[in-house]
């Protein structure tokens, strides 16, 4: 397990979106994928081999593999990458040594054996 660096820095931003946290990733290859709240879960990187490696970030920040996918399948990367709604699974694109793109699910609660991760939805604002 390595550790990462979960904090979110400010960054100038346009006018129109004044003050938005953004989390910077200065890294081309390595991308930090957030839930719902703006809290990373996910951090995926392409490897030397071309696959794309993606692990899951505990809220203390540390990082776990999870799964490798993509080579020659997926040139310029895996895509699509969507945190689901509850921020406890990640929607990948992967052709599972098939013709056809499918979308396929990785689980947050993989990393953690089974426990229960703190991925609530936010509060509603209704």
Request: no cysteine; hydrophobic share 30%; net charge negative.
């Amino acid at each position: 397990m390595t550790g990462f660096d979960a904090s979110p820095s400010r960054r100038d931003t346009p006018p129109s979106t004044p003050g938005t946290p953004a989390l910077e990733q200065d890294d081309p290859t390595a991308a930090v994928l957030l839930d719902r709240r703006g809290e990373p879960v996910f951090h995926t990187v392409l490897a030397a081999d071309g696959t794309v490696e993606i692990s899951a970030i505990d809220p203390t920040g540390e990082t776990r593999p999870l799964r490798r996918l993509g080579g020659a399948e997926h040139p310029m990367g895996v895509y699509p990458q969507q945190v689901m709604a509850d921020g406890k699974g990640l929607l990948v694109g992967s052709y599972q040594d098939g013709d056809d793109l499918r979308l396929v699910r990785v689980d947050f609660a993989r990393y953690l054996g089974g426990r229960s991760a703190d991925r609530s939805e936010p509060p509603s604002t209704d």
